[in-house]
């Protein structure tokens, strides 16, 4: 599982993109405290350097997941081809929505 964003998302929305991903991360991944304990990795949707790996939704295959963080139009958690978006209006936006969606793993919504 792929978790990714653009590389400027971070300062485009006073850090709240990293605090999003943390929301839902922590019930997906491998830590002790994981409830689903799929193995993830940051990733970002341009290169920024050669150690972070590139990762779209048009990367999606039967062994490869993605998650993508982006800025829009409003705070919604949808999916297109398989890839699920997580999309703020602003930062606050984003986390509400990273919400919904740890919320929804959760089995709460």
Known sequence: LYITKAPDLNNQTEHKASVAVI?????LGTNSYGIYQISSQSAVTREIDKVTP???CANITESIAV????KGSENKVHSKEKCI?????????LLMAADR????LLGLM
């Open 101 to 104: 969606f740890a919320y929804h």
């Open 23 to 27: 929301e839902f991360a922590r019930i």
């Open 85 to 93: 978006i997580i999309e703020g209006k602003d930062g606050s936006g």
């Open 67 to 70: 998650i993508l963080l982006q």
């Open 54 to 56: 590139v990762v779209t």
